[in-house]
């Protein structure tokens, strides 16, 4: 959530800065803004909406310079005009800031700094924080420079309560840039002769492949040469390792596709093989995670397992739920990280908590992982980004190796968790009851369906076809049963966040306790109906929906009849265990809202009012 770049060096900055911008779009796009230090100026540029914009107005307005700060924003205070957007000054004018994440009590510091005269052009947080440092910096004693500054921000951060990640520059001490964080996340990109400050290494990817992560609490000054991280309270930070950036510029580019959505659904052959790769021992006709860190007596002794998450990470939970429960044998819930992290469950000894986040960012996610550690609980992380808080604060856990993940609606990241699941219930179920024979018949039929998901990708033109009838439907039902229960509720999600459609996921069989009376003929329903033990009961809730004049769209089985004859229409997915199934009929419902976005004219890659990695609460 927003987005941040800070450069300085040997080229000028803003080309740099905005390049960067560019790739952390998809973060946060409601408005952008940079500054540079030119001729002993500040050269601001700011304004609402997309990076573009900023691009156009900096052709008009160029912001020369080889030192400068950068933001993109999602609106959390204040709404998103051009007087909100990032950088903002402090009351001298000769201070800048960008900052990601939230301040709690900035009204009681307006209220204090309004008192002491500061006036404020904007609606934000943010704006509070450049006007204590900079006030701070103007009172202090010390001669101007690095070290004075770098105390005034240690001295306001004091003050604050909250999340940020912060870039601070300040025409006194124009050949450096402060970054500091507490709960949002911040970089130091490794140059010859220059460095950045990022939120986020992905931004400086054709520039920089080495990163050095920020901890909370970390102060950092970044000069050309150099840079130096020390703590909140003024002592030598611990050590640091510098982190390679393992994918390349061609991994965060659109190629032939014209959304990251599209490419990142057709990806999923390969990072649902990249999930497996190493993972699936015949000779023990189990799963090898080593990344867990647990003896086979531990994971012996796990006598429930509780899975948080949020949006379609806690769906891949549910699917989780599923698998572990009937492939484990290991009692299985799965709460949303938002409520687990204030629930304060009943946890014994034998609770294993899983952590399922992609960006590994998200911020109850995180919460929930803190609270779970400090119970003492073995907290195990199910994360993307390798480098990410949770992935660093769980220490243990699986990566998902899906590759970056750009597409706001989350897809790639779904089978990969789903995967993850699949390869954790078969590891604690040959531990208990499975044979290894029924070992050997998971490890065949998860070995087939990177395959089955590329032929299930072959029904993308047939329901781009689809999509079109229904381009007029005011909302959208979406049902399933057993495994494909969080398919419908994760399906439902991916419609609605990128039509904008109202929409609702349900389990099959509540039809008729509510929500029937939706039913009507611009209300389509989509039922996940594969061949499985529960195809005869959906068969009866279509027929249900269609005696009440609904239109239906079905999933199915390919070979398995019955559909045709109910449905109107109906796409079929390759054949496989029930258990699997949830990694092939997703593939349909993510097309299916990807080709009725863009019917709809939607922002596929950027829908409203999201952002991708919900970094505050
Ligand atoms: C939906 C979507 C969100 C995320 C959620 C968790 O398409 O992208 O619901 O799944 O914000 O994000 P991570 O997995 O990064 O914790």
């Not at 000028?12 to 560019?22: E, F, K, M, N, T």
């Not at 029930?578 to 593939?587: A, E, G, M, R, V």
Request: overall charge negative; aromatic content about 6%; some cysteine.
């Amino acid at each position: 959530m927003c987005g941040i770049v800070g450069y300085i060096g040997k080229s000028l900055a803003a080309p740099i800065l905005l390049d960067g911008l560019r790739r952390l779009e998809y973060r946060g796009y409601d408005s952008a803004g940079l500054a540079t230090v030119s001729d002993g100026r500040l050269e601001t540029r700011k304004c609402a909406g997309r990076i573009q914009a900023l691009a156009d107005l900096l052709k008009k307005e160029p912001a020369p310079g080889g030192v400068g700060i950068s933001h993109t924003r999602w609106a959390t205070h204040g709404r998103p005009v051009d007087e909100n957007a990032h950088p903002h000054a402090d009351g001298s004018g000769r201070l800048v800031l960008v900052h990601n994440g939230v301040i709690e009590n900035y009204q009681a510091l307006r209220a204090q700094l309004v008192e002491a005269g500061h006036t404020f052009k904007s609606q934000t947080d943010t704006e509070i924080l450049a006007h204590l440092i900079g006030k701070l910096y103007d009172e202090a004693r010390a001669p101007h420079g690095k070290a004075r500054l770098l105390e005034a921000t240690r001295a306001g951060l004091k003050q604050v309560i909250g999340t940020y990640g912060i870039a601070v520059l300040h025409l006194d001490v124009p050949e450096t840039i402060i970054g500091a964080r507490r709960g949002s996340p911040l970089a130091v990109g490794l140059g010859r002769g220059e460095h950045f400050l990022v939120s986020d290494p992905q931004a400086i990817i054709a520039h920089s492949q080495e990163a050095v992560y920020l901890k909370d609490y970390d102060v950092a000054v970044v000069g050309r040469d150099g840079f130096e991280i020390s703590t909140l309270e003024g002592g030598i930070a611990g050590s640091y390792e510098v982190t390679k950036v393992d994918f390349t510029s061609d991994d965060v580019t659109l190629g032939e596709f014209p959304h990251y959505m599209l490419k990142e659904i057709f990806e999923q052959p390969h990072s649902v093989r990249d999930a497996l790769r190493g993972r699936l021992s015949k000779d023990d006709a189990s799963a090898r995670l080593g990344g867990l860190n647990m003896t086979p007596q531990e994971l012996r002794d796990v006598d429930r397992v509780i899975i948080t998450g949020c949006g379609t990470a806690y769906h891949a939970g549910l699917v989780g739920e599923y698998l572990i429960e009937a492939l484990g044998h290991v009692p299985c819930e799965v709460e949303f990280a938002s409520e687990f992290r204030y629930r304060n469950m009943p946890m014994d000894k034998g609770t294993l908590v899983l952590a399922v986040s992609q960006s590994g960012e998200t911020i109850d996610t995180l919460a929930a992982v803190r609270e779970s550690v400090r119970k003492g609980h073995r907290t195990l992380g199910i994360c993307n980004n390798v480098a990410s808080t949770i992935a660093r604060e769980c220490g243990a856990g699986v990566y998902m190796h899906a590759g970056p993940e750009i597409g706001v609606a989350a897809t790639k990241s779904f089978t990969s968790q789903v995967t993850v699941f699949t390869l954790l219930a078969l590891l604690l179920g040959r531990i208990r009851h499975q044979s290894s024979s029924e070992g050997l018949g998971i490890i065949k039929a998860l070995e087939a369906i990177p395959a089955q998901i590329e032929r299930a990708l072959e029904t993308s033109d047939q329901i781009r076809e689809i999509a079109a009838k229904y381009v007029g439907a005011k909302g959208m039902l979406f049902m399933g049963r057993q495994y494909n229960y969080p398919i419908a509720l994760e399906g439902a999600l991916k419609m609605k966040e990128i039509t904008y459609l109202q929409c609702e996921g349900h389990p099959s069989a509540e039809l008729k306790h509510g929500f029937i009376a939706l039913i009507e003929p611009d209300m389509p329903s989509v039922f996940i109906a594969p061949d499985d033990t529960m195809f005869e009961s959906n068969l009866n809730s279509i027929e249900q929906v269609k005696a009440r004049r609904g239109p239906v769209i079905a999933i199915g089985t390919e070979g398995r009849k019955g559909l045709e004859q109910v449905a109107d229409d109906v796409v079929y997915i390759p054949r496989c265990p029930d258990y699997l199934s949830p990694l092939l009929t997703i593939i349909p419902l993510q097309l299916l809202s990807y080709h009725m976005a863009v019917h709809l004219g939607r922002d596929v890659d950027k829908p409203r009012n999201l952002a991708k990695s919900v970094t505050v609460e």
